[in-house]
């Protein structure tokens, strides 16, 4: 197993277990700390935002994907072409569209490539924009609503409905980021 997985998880459950036995060994420091928790992965996949990266990523995927169908049926085409000729064209012609269309080929593989990365790059981009605004979104009702400490929901055990705070965190990431689009 990978040691920074494993790493992640001990630091994890150590920060869990530290909270689980500071209340436990001290009931009046229980009392004075407020928590909550996030459910980050439903925050993000459920923000307004969110849907409209999806939307923009998609539309350009299918226009990628346009280009390379294009590419694609010109490939065909060209090995159709080539097979047509190859009973009535010269031997020395051979080797001349044999290197035309390995060049095609190339062209085609470096097209489905640059197409993925700058779709992989554009995704990360918008990820990165919109995990920023969704920690500074829980930071401000962590303030605002005087809580200790919010959770991310992978990291709680166990914890009652009233301390989730991912719609009320959803609703203001919602308004923060309206004006993005």
Same mark, same amino acid.
Request: hydrophobic share 45%; proline share 3%.
């Given at each position: ?7 992640? %998880?001990?630091?994890?459950?150590? /920060?869990?277990?530290?909270?689980? =036995? ?11 700390? @407020?928590?909550? #928790? ?8 459920? %923000?307004?935002?969110? @849907?409209?990266?999806? +939307? ?12 390379? =169908? ?25 080797? +001349? ?22 779709? +992989? $790059? ?5 990820? @990165? ?6 920690? @500074? ?11 200790? /400490? ?7 055990? #166990?914890?009652?409905? =009233?301390?989730?705070?991912? +719609? ?7 308004? $923060?980021?309206?004006?993005? #689009?």
């Amino acid at each position: 197993m990978n040691p920074s997985v494993i790493l992640l %998880s001990l630091w994890r459950t150590g /920060v869990v277990l530290f909270a689980v =036995s500071l209340f436990w060994c001290h009931p009046a420091w229980a009392e004075s700390y @407020k928590l909550a #928790f996030v459910d980050v992965p439903r925050a993000m996949a459920a %923000s307004d935002a969110a @849907k409209q990266a999806r +939307d923009i990523l998609q539309k350009k995927l299918v226009a990628k994907q346009q280009e390379v =169908s294009a590419m694609e049926a010109e490939i065909k085409e060209m090995k159709a072409n080539a097979e047509k000729r190859k009973g009535l064209s010269r031997p020395d012609s051979a080797p +001349d569209q044999e290197n035309e269309m390995r060049g095609k080929l190339r062209d085609y593989q470096r097209l489905v490539e640059d197409n993925q990365a700058a779709i +992989d $790059r554009e995704n990360g981009r918008w990820t @990165k924009k919109i995990t920023e605004a969704l920690l @500074k979104v829980i930071e401000e009702i962590g303030r605002e609503e005087g809580l200790t /400490v919010v959770f991310g929901k992978g990291q709680v055990l #166990f914890a009652a409905g =009233s301390i989730d705070i991912t +719609d009320r965190v959803l609703v203001r990431l919602n308004e $923060r980021t309206k004006k993005w #689009f």
